[in-house]
Protein backbone atom coordinates (compact mmCIF):
# COMPACT_ATOMS: atom_id res chain seq x y z
CA UNK A 1 0.00 0.00 0.00
CA UNK A 2 0.82 3.26 -1.07
CA UNK A 3 0.53 6.09 2.07
CA UNK A 4 0.81 9.65 1.91
CA UNK A 5 1.54 10.85 5.32
CA UNK A 6 0.26 14.82 5.18
CA UNK A 7 1.14 16.70 8.13
CA UNK A 8 -0.25 20.27 7.93
CA UNK A 9 2.30 22.65 8.78
CA UNK A 10 5.49 21.55 7.40
CA UNK A 11 3.00 20.44 3.99
CA UNK A 12 2.17 24.05 3.53
CA UNK A 13 -0.93 24.25 5.60
CA UNK A 14 -0.08 28.08 6.83
CA UNK A 15 1.21 29.08 3.49
CA UNK A 16 1.38 32.76 3.72
CA UNK A 17 0.73 32.83 7.81
CA UNK A 18 2.77 32.78 10.62
CA UNK A 19 2.92 28.72 11.73
CA UNK A 20 1.71 28.93 15.43
CA UNK A 21 5.13 27.50 16.83
CA UNK A 22 3.76 24.59 18.91
CA UNK A 23 1.67 23.31 16.08
CA UNK A 24 5.12 23.19 13.93
CA UNK A 25 7.40 22.07 17.10
CA UNK A 26 4.39 18.90 17.94
CA UNK A 27 3.61 18.03 13.95
CA UNK A 28 7.21 17.73 13.05
CA UNK A 29 7.91 15.33 15.93
CA UNK A 30 4.99 13.48 15.02
CA UNK A 31 5.74 13.05 11.55
CA UNK A 32 8.91 11.86 12.11
CA UNK A 33 8.01 9.15 14.49
CA UNK A 34 4.95 8.38 12.20
CA UNK A 35 6.75 7.83 9.38
CA UNK A 36 9.31 5.86 11.30
CA UNK A 37 6.61 3.27 12.03
CA UNK A 38 5.26 2.92 8.77
CA UNK A 39 8.87 2.26 7.12
CA UNK A 40 9.69 -0.15 10.08
CA UNK A 41 6.49 -2.52 9.07
CA UNK A 42 8.37 -2.99 5.62
CA UNK A 43 4.98 -3.17 3.47
CA UNK A 44 4.25 -0.25 2.56
CA UNK A 45 5.87 2.57 0.47
CA UNK A 46 5.59 5.81 2.27
CA UNK A 47 4.66 9.49 0.67
CA UNK A 48 4.88 12.59 2.86
CA UNK A 49 5.51 16.59 2.75
CA UNK A 50 8.25 18.41 3.96
CA UNK A 51 7.49 22.09 1.98
CA UNK A 52 5.70 25.07 3.84
CA UNK A 53 5.07 26.33 0.17
CA UNK A 54 1.79 25.89 -0.69
CA UNK A 55 0.67 22.70 -3.07
CA UNK A 56 -3.01 21.43 -3.88
CA UNK A 57 -3.05 18.25 -1.58
CA UNK A 58 -5.57 16.81 -3.97
CA UNK A 59 -2.57 16.56 -6.28
CA UNK A 60 -1.02 14.62 -4.22
CA UNK A 61 -3.76 11.74 -3.68
CA UNK A 62 -3.52 10.83 -7.29
CA UNK A 63 -0.44 8.52 -6.46
CA UNK A 64 -1.48 6.73 -3.21
CA UNK A 65 -3.61 4.28 -2.10
CA UNK A 66 -4.43 5.91 1.37
CA UNK A 67 -3.49 8.63 3.42
CA UNK A 68 -2.82 9.46 7.05
CA UNK A 69 -3.42 12.99 8.64
CA UNK A 70 -1.58 14.93 11.51
CA UNK A 71 -3.64 17.94 11.33
CA UNK A 72 -5.38 20.35 14.27
CA UNK A 73 -8.95 20.52 14.88
CA UNK A 74 -8.84 24.04 14.30
CA UNK A 75 -10.99 26.66 12.27
CA UNK A 76 -12.15 22.91 10.92
CA UNK A 77 -8.71 21.82 9.02
CA UNK A 78 -8.65 18.57 9.76
CA UNK A 79 -12.54 17.51 8.80
CA UNK A 80 -11.66 19.85 5.36
CA UNK A 81 -8.88 17.40 4.80
CA UNK A 82 -10.51 14.65 6.01
CA UNK A 83 -13.42 15.31 3.55
CA UNK A 84 -11.27 16.01 0.46
CA UNK A 85 -9.53 12.30 0.54
CA UNK A 86 -13.38 11.02 1.36
CA UNK A 87 -14.02 12.28 -1.85
CA UNK A 88 -11.03 11.08 -3.83
CA UNK A 89 -12.03 7.25 -2.65
CA UNK A 90 -8.47 6.77 -1.07
CA UNK A 91 -8.39 4.85 2.17
CA UNK A 92 -8.55 7.16 5.42
CA UNK A 93 -6.48 6.12 7.91
CA UNK A 94 -8.11 7.47 10.81
CA UNK A 95 -11.57 9.21 11.76
CA UNK A 96 -13.84 10.23 8.96
CA UNK A 97 -15.49 14.04 8.35
CA UNK A 98 -18.18 13.00 10.41
CA UNK A 99 -16.91 11.91 12.96
CA UNK A 100 -14.29 14.64 13.79
CA UNK A 101 -16.83 17.49 13.08
CA UNK A 102 -18.81 15.51 16.42
CA UNK A 103 -15.62 15.03 18.31
CA UNK A 104 -14.32 18.73 17.62
CA UNK A 105 -17.59 20.68 18.51
CA UNK A 106 -16.49 21.47 22.17
CA UNK A 107 -20.45 23.55 22.51
CA UNK A 108 -21.65 20.11 22.01
CA UNK A 109 -19.67 17.70 23.78
CA UNK A 110 -20.96 17.85 27.30
CA UNK A 111 -24.28 16.30 25.97
CA UNK A 112 -22.84 13.55 23.84
CA UNK A 113 -20.59 12.52 27.18
CA UNK A 114 -23.70 12.70 29.19
CA UNK A 115 -25.41 10.63 26.98
CA UNK A 116 -22.61 8.11 27.62
CA UNK A 117 -22.42 9.05 31.48
CA UNK A 118 -19.02 10.08 31.48
CA UNK A 119 -18.01 13.04 34.11
CA UNK A 120 -17.31 16.58 32.05
CA UNK A 121 -16.98 19.96 33.26
CA UNK A 122 -19.74 22.40 33.54
CA UNK A 123 -19.94 24.39 30.51
CA UNK A 124 -21.36 27.27 28.95
CA UNK A 125 -21.61 28.73 25.22
CA UNK A 126 -20.87 32.02 24.48
CA UNK A 127 -21.12 33.85 21.14
CA UNK A 128 -19.90 37.15 20.02
CA UNK A 129 -22.67 39.38 21.34
CA UNK A 130 -23.35 37.74 24.47
CA UNK A 131 -22.55 38.76 28.24
CA UNK A 132 -19.22 37.60 29.18
CA UNK A 133 -19.84 38.07 32.11
CA UNK A 134 -22.90 36.76 33.37
CA UNK A 135 -21.96 33.61 31.89
CA UNK A 136 -18.86 33.62 33.58
CA UNK A 137 -20.38 34.03 36.99
CA UNK A 138 -23.11 31.28 36.32
CA UNK A 139 -20.11 28.87 35.25
CA UNK A 140 -17.89 29.97 38.44
CA UNK A 141 -14.24 30.97 38.95
CA UNK A 142 -11.90 29.98 38.15
CA UNK A 143 -12.89 28.91 34.73
CA UNK A 144 -11.29 28.00 31.42
CA UNK A 145 -11.79 29.79 28.23
CA UNK A 146 -10.87 27.75 25.23
CA UNK A 147 -11.84 27.93 21.05
CA UNK A 148 -15.15 26.23 20.41
CA UNK A 149 -13.24 24.47 17.55
CA UNK A 150 -9.84 24.32 18.64
CA UNK A 151 -6.41 21.98 19.16
CA UNK A 152 -4.42 21.25 22.14
CA UNK A 153 -3.60 24.49 24.27
CA UNK A 154 -4.29 26.97 21.26
CA UNK A 155 -5.95 29.73 22.40
CA UNK A 156 -6.56 28.12 25.91
CA UNK A 157 -6.80 30.54 28.65
CA UNK A 158 -7.04 30.41 32.56
CA UNK A 159 -9.90 33.25 33.79
CA UNK A 160 -9.31 33.45 37.89
CA UNK A 161 -11.72 36.18 37.80
CA UNK A 162 -13.51 39.11 36.46
CA UNK A 163 -10.79 41.21 35.96
CA UNK A 164 -9.04 38.66 34.00
CA UNK A 165 -11.95 38.07 32.01
CA UNK A 166 -12.18 39.39 28.40
CA UNK A 167 -14.45 42.02 27.92
CA UNK A 168 -16.46 39.82 25.11
CA UNK A 169 -15.73 37.86 22.42
CA UNK A 170 -15.89 38.06 18.45
CA UNK A 171 -16.52 34.49 18.02
CA UNK A 172 -18.11 31.64 19.76
CA UNK A 173 -16.13 30.17 22.75
CA UNK A 174 -16.49 27.86 25.54
CA UNK A 175 -16.48 28.59 29.27
CA UNK A 176 -15.40 26.07 31.93
CA UNK A 177 -15.31 25.37 35.26
CA UNK A 178 -11.41 24.47 36.15
CA UNK A 179 -11.13 21.10 37.17
CA UNK A 180 -8.57 20.46 39.54
CA UNK A 181 -6.54 17.20 39.64
CA UNK A 182 -3.60 15.46 37.52
CA UNK A 183 -4.02 16.51 33.98
CA UNK A 184 -3.99 13.36 31.70
CA UNK A 185 -4.38 11.66 28.70
CA UNK A 186 -5.58 7.86 27.33
CA UNK A 187 -4.40 6.99 23.92
CA UNK A 188 -6.70 4.48 22.34
CA UNK A 189 -6.88 2.52 18.78
CA UNK A 190 -10.68 2.50 17.24
CA UNK A 191 -12.50 0.49 14.65
CA UNK A 192 -15.40 2.60 14.16
CA UNK A 193 -17.95 0.50 16.79
CA UNK A 194 -15.35 0.01 19.75
CA UNK A 195 -11.92 1.37 21.51
CA UNK A 196 -9.08 -0.44 23.38
CA UNK A 197 -6.80 1.47 25.29
CA UNK A 198 -3.16 1.29 24.53
CA UNK A 199 -1.99 3.84 27.73
CA UNK A 200 -2.91 6.45 30.05
CA UNK A 201 -0.35 9.28 29.92
CA UNK A 202 0.33 12.36 32.41
CA UNK A 203 0.23 14.99 30.65
CA UNK A 204 3.07 18.35 31.65
CA UNK A 205 0.48 21.26 31.43
CA UNK A 206 1.20 24.87 32.86
CA UNK A 207 -2.06 26.25 33.65
CA UNK A 208 -0.99 30.00 33.43
CA UNK A 209 -3.13 32.76 31.76
CA UNK A 210 -2.38 31.34 28.50
CA UNK A 211 -1.89 27.17 28.50
CA UNK A 212 1.12 25.77 27.59
CA UNK A 213 1.74 21.75 27.15
CA UNK A 214 5.03 20.42 27.53
CA UNK A 215 5.02 17.15 26.91
CA UNK A 216 4.35 14.49 29.59
CA UNK A 217 4.99 10.39 30.74
CA UNK A 218 3.79 7.47 30.03
CA UNK A 219 2.00 5.22 31.79
CA UNK A 220 1.04 7.31 34.26
CA UNK A 221 0.60 5.42 37.93
CA UNK A 222 -2.71 7.16 39.44
CA UNK A 223 -4.81 5.68 42.05
CA UNK A 224 -7.41 6.12 39.83
CA UNK A 225 -5.70 5.26 36.65
CA UNK A 226 -8.17 2.88 35.58
CA UNK A 227 -11.11 4.95 36.25
CA UNK A 228 -9.44 7.44 33.67
CA UNK A 229 -9.50 4.65 30.72
CA UNK A 230 -12.63 2.99 31.54
CA UNK A 231 -14.07 6.67 30.89
CA UNK A 232 -11.79 6.98 27.74
CA UNK A 233 -13.51 4.09 26.64
CA UNK A 234 -16.92 5.11 27.09
CA UNK A 235 -16.13 8.52 26.00
CA UNK A 236 -15.12 6.77 22.32
CA UNK A 237 -18.61 5.09 22.60
CA UNK A 238 -20.13 8.69 21.94
CA UNK A 239 -18.99 8.81 18.45
CA UNK A 240 -20.07 6.11 16.09
CA UNK A 241 -17.30 5.73 13.25
CA UNK A 242 -14.40 6.86 15.17
CA UNK A 243 -11.13 5.17 13.82
CA UNK A 244 -7.88 4.92 13.88
CA UNK A 245 -5.99 6.57 16.91
CA UNK A 246 -7.50 8.70 19.18
CA UNK A 247 -6.22 10.56 22.09
CA UNK A 248 -9.03 11.52 25.44
CA UNK A 249 -7.73 14.37 27.66
CA UNK A 250 -9.07 13.96 30.88
CA UNK A 251 -8.61 14.97 34.61
CA UNK A 252 -8.05 12.79 37.74
CA UNK A 253 -8.98 14.23 40.47
CA UNK A 254 -9.17 12.88 44.13
CA UNK A 255 -12.28 11.21 43.66
CA UNK A 256 -13.43 10.77 39.62
CA UNK A 257 -12.25 10.77 36.41
CA UNK A 258 -13.49 13.96 34.03
CA UNK A 259 -13.14 14.07 30.73
CA UNK A 260 -12.19 17.43 28.99
CA UNK A 261 -11.86 16.42 24.94
CA UNK A 262 -11.75 13.87 22.70
CA UNK A 263 -9.08 14.06 20.19
CA UNK A 264 -9.81 11.99 16.70
CA UNK A 265 -6.54 12.12 15.58
CA UNK A 266 -2.69 11.25 16.58
CA UNK A 267 -1.54 13.24 19.25
CA UNK A 268 1.39 14.42 20.83
CA UNK A 269 1.49 11.54 23.31
CA UNK A 270 2.45 9.36 20.43
CA UNK A 271 5.53 10.01 21.04
CA UNK A 272 5.95 8.44 24.15
CA UNK A 273 3.21 5.54 24.02
CA UNK A 274 5.25 4.50 20.81
CA UNK A 275 8.34 4.18 22.63
CA UNK A 276 6.59 2.47 25.96
CA UNK A 277 5.21 -0.32 23.67
CA UNK A 278 7.80 -0.93 21.08
CA UNK A 279 9.22 -4.73 21.64
CA UNK A 280 12.49 -5.83 20.44
CA UNK A 281 11.57 -7.47 17.61
CA UNK A 282 9.42 -4.63 16.00
CA UNK A 283 6.38 -5.64 18.12
CA UNK A 284 4.15 -2.66 19.86
CA UNK A 285 4.16 -1.03 16.71
CA UNK A 286 0.92 1.60 17.00
CA UNK A 287 0.81 2.43 13.28
CA UNK A 288 0.43 -1.25 12.41
CA UNK A 289 -2.36 -1.47 15.18
CA UNK A 290 -3.91 1.43 13.82
CA UNK A 291 -4.09 0.40 10.25
CA UNK A 292 -5.50 -2.94 11.42
CA UNK A 293 -8.40 -1.43 13.33
CA UNK A 294 -8.81 1.22 10.59
CA UNK A 295 -9.72 -2.02 8.33
CA UNK A 296 -11.89 -3.49 11.10
CA UNK A 297 -10.20 -5.50 13.73
CA UNK A 298 -9.35 -4.53 16.94
CA UNK A 299 -5.87 -5.68 18.07
CA UNK A 300 -5.33 -7.10 21.62
CA UNK A 301 -2.70 -4.14 22.37
CA UNK A 302 1.07 -4.60 24.21
CA UNK A 303 1.25 -3.62 28.02
CA UNK A 304 3.83 -1.17 28.29
CA UNK A 305 7.56 -2.12 28.44
CA UNK A 306 9.18 0.74 30.00
CA UNK A 307 8.15 4.23 31.04
CA UNK A 308 8.66 7.34 28.94
CA UNK A 309 9.11 10.68 29.88
CA UNK A 310 8.55 12.56 26.47
CA UNK A 311 8.37 16.40 25.30
CA UNK A 312 6.36 18.24 23.48
CA UNK A 313 9.19 18.15 20.61
CA UNK A 314 9.98 14.39 20.50
CA UNK A 315 12.89 14.10 23.35
CA UNK A 316 12.64 10.85 25.38
CA UNK A 317 14.17 9.59 28.75
CA UNK A 318 13.84 5.94 29.14
CA UNK A 319 12.84 5.18 33.09
CA UNK A 320 12.10 1.71 34.13
CA UNK A 321 8.63 0.71 35.13
Not at 52 to 69: H, K, N, T, Y
Not at 219 to 226: D, F, G, K, N, Q
Not at 257 to 273: D, H, K, Q
Request: hydrophobic share 45%; with cysteine; net charge positive.
Amino acid sequence: MRILVHEFASGGGFAGRPVPRSLAREGRAMLTALVADLSALRCHDIVTTADRRPRRFEDLLGSVDAVWLIAPETGGCLERLAETVEHSGKTLLGAGSAAIRRAADKAQLPRRLARCGVPHPLTRVVHAGDDVRAVAEETGYPLVVKPSRGAGCEGVRLVRNVRELPAGVAQTVVLQRYVVGVAASVSLIANGRRAVALSINAQSITPARAFAYGGGRTPLVHPLAERGVEAAIRACRAFPNLRGYVGVDLVLTDSEAVVIEVNPRLTTSYLGVRAALRGPNGDGNIAAMAIEACSGTLPEPPRPRRRIDFTAGGRLAVRRL
